[in-house]
Every structure is written in structure tokens, then in C-alpha cells.
């Protein structure tokens, strides 16, 4: 059964920074690109991040490219999402997602307010 498990979300004041974590099971996480979405009040879900199955390219939204940074550790099945310097603009559900996949998992909410 696959299982992609985010956490990390939090309430944070603009100009702050959170890491997001999603960790994978039951499937060959090692094999698979891996990407973040997220999804805010009444918007469609939008891709903000991928990377390559082995870690050695990554691809951003134009709007968060030298804020955040996808990063995946292999042997711990897990990718991670770090955000710095955040926006109220940046506020939603944020979810990983193996990319050709029909996988999702619950998501995790990112606030960002003062």
C-alpha cells in the first residue's frame, strides 16, 4: 500500500522559513521523481517543486526559485521541501507527489501570517 506521509506545516510570519517533510512507503521511492504541490482557498493545485529519482536535478516555480529547495534522502525515503523568506502568498496545502502517479497524500497546511 503507498503511502506519502507530509508534515512540517505551521503557522510562520512573513519573511519566515519551515521545512516540509514527506515520507514514502510502498513503493521503490529510489526509482521515482518526486515533486511538491500545493493548493490554496479556491485555486487550482500547482506544481512549486521536482526532482530527479537520484537527487542531481531540480526544477522550481518561477515565484519561489531562491526560496525554496527540494532535497530527497534516499535512504530514508523521504523528500523534503525547505522554505525561506515566505509569503502570505506562499499560504496553502502543501502535498508531495510521485510524478506520473495517481499518489497523493493528505498534505500539510502552510500558513503564512503576522
Known amino acids: 500500500q503507498v503511502q506519502l506521509v507530509e508534515s512540517g506545516g505551521g503557522l510562520v510570519q512573513p519573511g519566515g522559513s519551515l521545512r516540509l517533510s514527506c515520507a514514502a512507503s510502498?513503493?521503490?521511492?529510489?526509482?521515482?521523481?518526486m515533486s511538491w504541490y500545493r493548493q490554496a482557498p479556491g485555486k487550482e493545485r500547482e506544481l512549486v517543486a521536482a526532482i530527479t529519482s537520484t537527487g542531481d536535478s531540480t526544477n522550481y516555480k518561477d515565484s519561489v526559485k531562491g526560496r525554496f529547495t527540494i532535497s530527497r534522502d534516499n535512504a530514508k525515503n523521504t523528500v523534503y521541501l525547505q522554505m525561506n523568506s515566505l509569503k502570505p502568498e506562499d499560504t496553502a496545502v502543501y502535498y508531495c507527489k510521485a510524478p506520473g502517479s495517481s499518489w497523493w497524500g493528505q498534505g500539510t497546511q502552510v500558513t503564512v501570517s503576522s
Open positions: 510502498g513503493f521503490s521511492f529510489r526509482s521515482y521523481a
